[in-house]
């Protein structure tokens, strides 16, 4: 079993970058794919990001895409996110999520493995 610890999170002003990082333990972590979603101040989970356990395959909200990057180095069983031209409505609790599988899913309920999320806040 996975186990996931996301850091990295913070305040920042708009147009700023964070890069997030989720920690997974466990032998297992290369054979996940891993997606990240975020949830905002009176919002449900949004979906943001997803890589495929090879790093070959990557899908991306249409809110992020062209600022966020997913990435992920295996031999440190760490996925990242790294979030440039930050703007107000990215201000969200983030949390990384695993799923053995070699789809990309997009839903949070088809992921049983989460973090304990990471604040983002962006500042005006």
């Known amino acids: 079993q996975v186990q996931l610890v996301e850091s990295g999170g913070g305040l920042v002003q708009a147009g700023g970058s964070l890069r997030l990082s989720c920690a997974a333990s466990g032998r297992s972590f290369s054979n996940y794919a891993m997606g990240w979603f975020r949830q905002g101040p009176g919002k449900g989970r949004e979906f943001v990001a997803v890589i495929s356990w090879s790093g070959r395959n990557i899908h991306y909200a249409d809110s992020v895409k062209g600022r966020f990057t997913i990435s992920r180095d295996n031999a440190k069983n760490t996925v990242y996110l790294q979030m440039n031209s930050l703007k107000l409505e990215d201000t969200a609790i983030y949390y990384c999520?695993?799923?053995?599988?070699?789809?990309?899913?997009?839903?949070?309920?088809?992921?049983?493995?989460w973090g304990q999320g990471t604040q983002v806040t962006v500042s005006s």
């Open positions: 999520a695993a799923r053995d599988s070699a789809l990309l899913p997009t839903t949070s309920d088809l992921y049983a493995i």
